[in-house]
């Protein structure tokens, strides 16, 4: 075999391959052409089938139509005739009913008709002037009801006007309480043996405005309610400024010259910093959310804004009590920055408890004593429990000191010690007075020079005993220049008192919450020695006893706000809560005196 082939034997080859293909694909068109045929042969066959299978089916629609409508003609005339009895009993029974109704109809119109002549006849026999004389009697009733009814209002306002003042006189605490309302935190599981109220149960319920009750309800033990009043009850749907409507007027009585505190006292979770400060953070509050320590502080620059005529000049000074110490919030450290640093209570020679090295910042307004207060509280004592996410976990002291130097002091003077000397003389009693101390002995005579002067102390002394000084101290000459007189607003937000089992605290927690419990036990031991007026009253117990001294057992206007929980789960803290403040109440203090401290008068 030749390895080179010419041209014409490679075209030659192609056109041989070419003639083939198209031979064969001439026949496959051929077999196609016949499939074709066929097919339409088919098609042809299936058209007439079709068309004969359409002509049967409706022929057979037809049929099943006639035979449907004769079926249902046999079955409508049966109906008919099944329903027919029917018919003609219910026409039977409709034409029975309307002959009773005609019978009712014509007896109710003799009946009216009776009624219309006896009425006709009643007023032909009633004079004219028996009806304006009765109108006259019931209108002289009403008036008189409604006059009952104001003579009730105004004689239930002077009795709590007369009672308010038979408090002042007698020097009692005033207690207020406040219940809460129910919180995601009183729904707990239920015992699994299902005996016993359920933990989340509202068991204490404040039924008027003085009164509250609890329902104890224990397994195995008759139920019982105990009745507590108190001065003034707040329900849970009492909002923040009712609360701070009944503890305003103690503000007026600041700037008369009288020391002021007001506490907050209840367990963990019961709204006691909600009730003295709000429950926002201080930047964030509303005036509707705040709570009484701000709306205080604006109060008591209103009122001083009233008396353009006198010189006020306000400072602040922070405390918090922590595991039985007290430290002042406002110190700050070598750096400058804000720290907490310890402090002592000390006693002076008067007997009064002072808080050695303790800073009072000077602040013009209120937002001033807010922005101060938002500044310390990041610095107390915080730790979250089973019961409350932030508990508190000491005792906070705010204290706001107002110095006044009015121009008229030597007036004012004359007044104080006048009303002094009215007070003396009602209880029996007279007392000595000097710039410098207090005797408890009584003067042989009255001497013009004690108008115008007052105690130096802010506080009295709380025994009787004399000063360390063997004689009087002398009193400077009388002069008509301004004096300065010192007031002290307290407001102390104490500590919750808890169940360790409760509360689930542990390790480092654990002192604080034995400290916390001892502090507020040494307190409720005090008001039981004060209220059973026993010789030795334990005030050295703990540092907040001593500190409070001079508001517990002195002269202060003191106001003591009960915050209590209102379900079973918490009904015996509940339970101890409003047995402090009725011990409380026993308390017979020294009649609140307005002060005039530290007189200083210049040559």
């Not at 299902?194 to 195995?220: M, R």
């Not at 307004?365 to 610095?379: C, F, I, K, P, T």
């Amino acid at each position: 075999m030749p390895l080179f082939l010419n041209r014409d034997q490679i075209f030659a080859h192609q056109v041989h391959l070419l003639e083939h293909k198209l031979r064969s694909k001439e026949e496959r068109i051929l077999e196609l052409e016949t499939e074709n045929a066929i097919l339409h042969l088919r098609l042809a066959e299936c058209v007439g089938k079709l068309r004969q299978g359409q002509t049967g089916d409706s022929k057979t629609v037809c049929f099943y139509q006639h035979t449907r409508k004769s079926h249902k003609n046999v079955i409508s005339r049966s109906a008919l005739a099944k329903l027919l009895p029917e018919v003609q009993a219910i026409k039977q029974t409709l034409s029975e009913v309307f002959a009773v109704y005609l019978s009712f109809a014509t007896e109710l119109e003799e009946q009216s008709k009776q009624l219309l002549e006896k009425l006709e006849q009643a007023r032909g026999s009633l004079h004219g002037g028996d009806a304006e004389s009765l109108q006259a009697e019931v209108a002289a009733l009403q008036r008189s009801l409604e006059e009952e009814r104001e003579r009730y209002k105004t004689e239930r306002s002077r009795r709590k006007e007369l009672h308010n003042a038979l408090v002042e006189l007698r020097g009692n605490i005033r207690v207020h309480c406040r219940l809460r309302p129910v919180l995601p935190l009183d729904q707990v599981p239920s015992s699994p043996s299902g005996s016993g109220p359920s933990p989340s149960e509202e068991v204490v319920t404040a039924v008027s405005d003085d009164t509250v009750v609890v329902n104890c309800i224990k397994p195995g033990v008759a139920a019982h309610s105990k009745v507590f009043e108190f001065e003034r009850v707040h329900g849970p749907d009492d909002s923040q400024d009712a609360v701070f409507q009944e503890v305003k007027p103690l503000l007026t009585s600041l700037l008369d010259g009288y020391n002021v505190c007001i506490m907050a006292y209840g367990q963990t979770g019961s709204g006691k910093t909600h009730t003295m400060m709000g429950s926002e953070p201080l930047g964030e509050l509303s005036a509707a959310q705040q709570g009484i320590i701000p709306k205080a502080a604006a109060e008591l620059f209103q009122l001083i804004s009233e008396k353009p005529d006198d010189n006020h000049a306000v400072e602040v000074s922070v405390m918090e009590v922590h595991n039985n110490e007290v430290f002042d919030l406002l110190a700050k450290d070598e750096q400058g920055n804000a720290a907490g640093q310890r402090r002592d209570v000390v006693t002076t020679s008067s007997g009064c408890s002072q808080v050695a090295s303790l800073i009072h910042q000077p602040v013009c307004d209120a937002a001033q004593v807010m922005q101060v207060l938002g500044g310390v509280l990041r610095l107390r004592a915080h730790c979250p429990t089973l019961i409350h996410s932030d508990s508190s976990r000491s005792h906070l002291i705010v204290t706001l000191t107002v110095s006044s130097k009015s121009p008229n002091a030597l007036a004012l003077a004359r007044r104080l010690q006048r009303a002094k000397r009215d007070m003396r003389r009602c209880s029996g009693q007279r007392e000595w007075w000097s710039p410098q101390c207090r005797r408890s002995s009584p003067a042989p005579a009255y001497q013009p020079s004690d108008e115008l002067f007052a105690s130096a102390t802010s506080s009295p002394c709380p025994s009787p005993s004399p000063c360390p000084s063997p004689s009087p101290c002398p009193s400077p000459r009388p002069s008509g220049s301004q004096a300065v007189f010192r007031t002290k607003l307290q407001l102390v937000d104490l500590a919750g008192s808890e169940c360790v089992g409760v509360s689930g605290v542990s390790g480092a927690s654990l002192w604080e919450v034995s400290c916390i419990n001892r502090s507020l036990s040494a307190l409720s031991d005090v008001l039981g020695a004060l209220a059973e007026q026993r010789p030795h009253v334990p005030y050295r117990n703990s540092r907040l006893t001593h500190l409070l001294q001079d508001v517990i057992g002195g002269d202060a206007k003191l106001l003591l706000m009960l915050c209590v929980s209102p379900t079973q789960r918490f009904v015996t803290e509940s339970l101890q809560s409003l047995g402090l403040g009725a011990r409380a109440r026993q308390v017979q203090k020294e009649a609140p005196r307005r002060r005039s401290s530290a007189l200083r008068v210049k040559p």
